[in-house]
C-alpha cells in the first residue's frame, strides 16, 4: 500500500522559534495533501489543503501566517509552526492522495507529536 | 455542510464478542464515500472500511462489516469476534464525491475497548 512519513516523529522547541514538519509521500505522487491538529482523545481537525505548486487552502480560523504550508514537489509537503506558543503544541497528522479522482483514497502519515515549552 | 455524528464517546466488549459502532452523517449531496478509520495507540491512521454511496451491498472486510442506510443517513460499522488488538479509537468519515479536493469530514470519535 501507499506510504506517507513524516519527521520529526516528535519535537520539543522552547516559545518563540519555529518548527518545521515534513510530508513526504515515498511512493506515489501526491497531488494534494492535507494537514491536520488532533487533541488528545479528540476527532481530527483539518488546518489545510495544499496541492502542489499552488497556495495552500486555509480552513476558517487558522492562521495561515502561523502555520506555513509549503507544497513544492509532488512528494513533499511542509508544516512551519512559526513562533510557536504552548498552546500550539499538539499532535499533527498529514495525509496525501494521489492524482485528481474523486475515488482516490487519502493515505495517512504517522504524525508528529510538538510540544512547545 | 456536511456534518458526521458520533453518538458514543466510549463503548466497551468482551474478546469474541460482536460490538457495533454507529455513525450518522447529514448531507444534501448524492454522491459520496463513507469511511471507517481505527487509529489505536500509536495514533496511525488506518482504513478499515469504504463504503460507495452508490452501491446499495454494504461493505465486508474480514471481521469488519457495515451497515449502510442511505435514506436514513447511518454507517454503522460492525466488528465480529472482537479482538485485543481491535482496541482503539474509531473514526467515522465522510468524503464527496461531487467536488474535487477530496476533503474528510471526521466524526468525534469511539473509544473501542475490549475486554479479555
Known amino acids: 500500500g501507499a506510504v506517507v512519513s513524516q519527521h520529526p516523529s516528535w519535537v520539543i522547541c522552547k516559545s518563540g522559534t519555529s518548527v518545521k514538519i515534513e510530508c513526504r509521500s515515498l511512493?506515489?505522487?501526491?497531488?494534494?495533501m492535507f494537514w491536520y491538529r488532533q487533541f488528545p482523545k479528540q476527532s481530527l481537525m483539518l488546518m489545510a489543503t495544499s496541492n502542489e505548486g499552488s497556495k495552500a487552502t486555509y480552513e476558517q480560523g487558522v492562521e495561515k501566517d502561523k502555520f506555513l504550508i509549503n507544497h513544492a514537489s509532488l512528494t513533499l509537503s511542509t508544516l512551519t509552526v512559526t513562533s510557536a506558543h504552548p498552546e500550539d503544541s499538539s499532535f499533527y497528522i498529514c495525509s496525501a492522495t494521489p492524482g485528481l479522482a474523486v475515488y482516490n483514497e487519502q493515505f495517512f502519515g504517522p504524525g508528529t507529536r510538538l510540544t512547545v515549552l | 455542510a456536511q456534518t458526521v455524528t458520533q453518538s458514543q464517546p466510549e463503548m466497551s466488549v468482551q474478546e469474541a464478542e460482536t460490538v457495533t459502532l454507529s455513525c450518522t452523517y447529514d448531507t444534501s449531496e448524492s454522491d459520496y464515500y463513507l469511511f471507517w478509520y481505527k487509529q489505536p495507540p500509536s495514533r496511525q491512521m488506518i482504513l478499515v472500511i469504504r463504503?460507495?454511496?452508490?452501491?446499495?451491498q454494504n461493505a465486508t472486510e474480514n471481521r469488519f462489516s457495515v451497515n449502510f442506510q442511505k435514506a436514513a443517513k447511518s454507517f454503522s460499522l460492525k466488528i465480529s469476534d472482537s479482538q485485543l488488538g481491535d482496541a482503539a479509537m474509531y473514526f467515522c468519515a465522510y468524503r464527496s464525491a461531487e467536488e474535487y479536493g477530496n476533503k474528510l469530514v471526521f466524526g468525534a470519535g469511539t473509544i473501542l475497548r475490549v475486554k479479555s
Open positions: 463504503q460507495e454511496a452508490y452501491k446499495q
Open positions: 511512493d506515489f505522487q501526491a497531488t494534494t
